[in-house]
Nanobody, 120 residues
Framework: QVQVVESGGGLVQAGGSLRLSCKAF????????MGWYRRAPGKEREFVARSTTDRVTEYAESVKGRFTVSIDGGNRGASLQMSPLTPEDTAIYYCVAEYISSVDGPKMFWGEGTQVAVSP
């Protein structure tokens, strides 16, 4: 099992920056990627970005060129650097640890989320 805790959300003006952090605890040796999703008010949760432990990254089209995802070498955390932010980035951001083992198979462990609000 893996526990995931996010931090770093807040309120920022459009054009500003925020850095979200995520820490993973537990059986992190079986984590092979970490990523970020978000849920905006009245919308479904959507993919934002992810990084494998080999530093292969993926981004949603809406954040390419503005957000940067990174994972630490010990599979125990990840970060999301966001700049410049727009009001459309307002959402609850969730960190996820992608886990796989020969015993449990693939699983995704989610944090509880951190709020990002961007004012016009």
């Amino acid at each position: 099992q893996v526990q995931v805790v996010e931090s770093g959300g807040g309120l920022v003006q459009a054009g500003g920056s925020l850095r979200l952090s995520c820490k993973a605890f537990g059986n992190t040796e079986n984590v092979n990627a970490m990523g970020w999703y978000r849920r905006a008010p009245g919308k479904e949760r959507e993919f934002v970005a992810r990084s494998t432990t080999d530093r292969v990254t993926e981004y949603a089209e809406s954040v390419k060129g503005r957000f940067t995802v990174s994972i630490d070498g010990g599979n125990r955390g990840a970060s999301l650097q966001m700049s410049p932010l727009t009001p459309e980035d307002t959402a609850i951001y969730y960190c996820v640890a992608e886990y796989i083992s020969s015993v449990d198979g693939p699983k995704m462990f989610w944090g509880e989320g951190t709020q990002v609000a961007v004012s016009p």
